[in-house]
């Protein structure tokens, strides 16, 4: 059918967090089978910064995961604080708001045996109500080793050989790496060149053109 594994891992993945800072999954859409221009076209202008969906299609039908219709991400906030400086829309107060928000996201996700594994700015949603939430759990894992939320021992770590993130500019050492264990660290390295793209208006510290670039 058009259910791919992947959309199944992150819809339960979502379905195991609820946290104001986490995008909630609303619901799950099921559309029959279209033409392939259908298809392609409904695709447009989708995703969580939109309200509409990450839409997986093919000659079955596709899958529609529904979330609340977000103001913009940050990357698209970056740009616009750039074109209008006057506004100072990266002032330290709304910077400090935002990263402790972004952590409180994470904080939630790893106390629950999640690991995002794709920080970045484009993953980062705003909301109309000037609130944080941190979307894009398609690559997200859960912990090997975690039994409980209340578990104070150091997560085991995850197991995979998946597709890592897609931006190497925020891909941490053990992901450019193919290192088969990956854990909590990446999202703190994420999280941590978000800030300094905010505090730099914009400027990404790490902007390699290839994994390979960016090791080096």
Not at 30 to 49: H, L, R, Y
Not at 84 to 112: D, F, G, T
Request: charged share 20%.
């Amino acid at each position: 059918n058009g259910l791919t594994m992947e959309t199944v891992k992150e819809a339960g993945i979502l379905r195991a967090l609820s946290s104001p800072y986490v995008i909630p999954l609303v619901g799950i859409a099921v559309q029959g089978p279209s033409s392939k221009g259908d298809g392609e076209k409904s695709n447009e202008g989708g995703g969580e910064g939109e309200g509409e969906g990450d839409e997986t299609y093919n000659k079955f039908g596709y899958v529609l995961l529904v979330f609340p219709k977000m103001e913009c991400d940050l990357q698209v906030y970056i740009t616009r604080a750039i074109a209008n400086p006057e506004m100072q829309l990266l002032r330290p107060a709304i910077l400090k708001s935002y990263m402790v928000q972004l952590l409180l996201a994470l904080e939630h996700c790893h106390l629950r045996g999640v690991t995002h594994r794709s920080v970045e700015s484009s993953n980062v949603l705003l909301a109309p109500d000037g609130g944080l939430r941190l979307g894009g759990f398609g690559n997200a894992r859960f912990f090997v080793g975690i039994s409980s939320v209340l578990a104070s021992q150091e997560p085991t770590g995850i197991t995979t050989k998946k597709k890592s993130v897609h931006v190497p500019w925020y891909m941490a050492p053990e992901a450019l790496l193919d290192c088969t264990v990956q854990s909590t660290p990446m999202d703190v390295w994420g999280a941590g060149l978000v800030f300094t793209e905010m505090f730099n208006a914009g400027q990404v510290l790490l902007p390699g053109d290839s994994q390979i670039d960016q090791i080096s």
